[in-house]
């Protein structure tokens, strides 16, 4: 199995298992694979003794076992790797949203028409949200309000910590491949 790195599917481990399975599977019926199998364990356990062809069909079970296994492992690599680069992306462009706490400043987009700048579009300010916010508290029959962080803030704030913990811990393989799947 290969995964194709510069596209964005990912599989899960049951997903990657049934590819291996099949693999073997279009190469040998079930009931190949049982019947070798059971030679295989009636040669271990010394009650058959294997032909020369038999051993040839076990040499070449036992290769395309370890094949399978091989490009299994490659592809639980290939696609951490993928997913990794993936979150990497995703976290990039999660830090280049503006902060609800700062907002944004109007932004005037210019394209070039004969040479002259003109105005393509403008996107417009947004302020920042304000840093508290009362929240009614109910105590029995009473009712107050207490200021608190506003939780707008807080959240966008825990969102951008974790995309910066992302990119701050991506390894060299992980910004090699986003590399090469933004080329």
């Known amino acids: 199995m290969i995964i194709d790195k510069l596209a964005s599917k990912t599989y899960d481990a049951s997903e990657i298992t049934y590819i291996?399975?099949?693999e073997i599977r279009s190469q040998l019926s079930q009931a190949?694979?049982?019947?070798?199998?059971?030679k295989i364990l009636g040669s271990i356990l010394g009650v058959y003794t294997l032909s020369a062809d038999e051993q040839q069909e076990i040499d070449d079970y036992k290769a395309l076992l370890l094949s399978v296994q091989t490009?299994?492992?490659?592809a639980v690599i290939d696609n951490q790797l993928l997913i990794d680069a993936i979150a990497y992306e995703s976290?990039?462009?999660?830090?280049?949203?503006?902060?609800l706490s700062v907002g944004?400043?109007?932004?005037?987009?210019?394209?070039?028409?004969?040479?002259?700048q003109v105005v393509d579009y403008v996107i417009p300010a947004v302020a920042p949200l304000a840093a508290t916010v009362e929240k009614v508290v109910y105590n029995g029959m009473n009712q107050t309000t207490e200021t608190v962080t506003n939780p707008l803030i807080?959240?966008?704030?825990?969102?951008?910590?974790?995309a910066q913990a992302i990119i701050d811990n991506a390894s060299e393989e992980v910004l090699a491949l986003v590399d090469l799947r933004a080329a």
């Open 20 to 22: 291996a399975q099949f």
């Open 32 to 38: 190949q694979e049982d019947n070798l199998q059971r």
């Open 71 to 74: 490009e299994s492992a490659q």
């Open 91 to 99: 976290a990039v462009i999660r830090l280049q949203q503006y902060e």
């Open 104 to 116: 944004r400043p109007e932004q005037t987009v210019y394209k070039n028409e004969n040479g002259v």
């Open 154 to 162: 807080e959240h966008d704030e825990a969102e951008r910590a974790a």
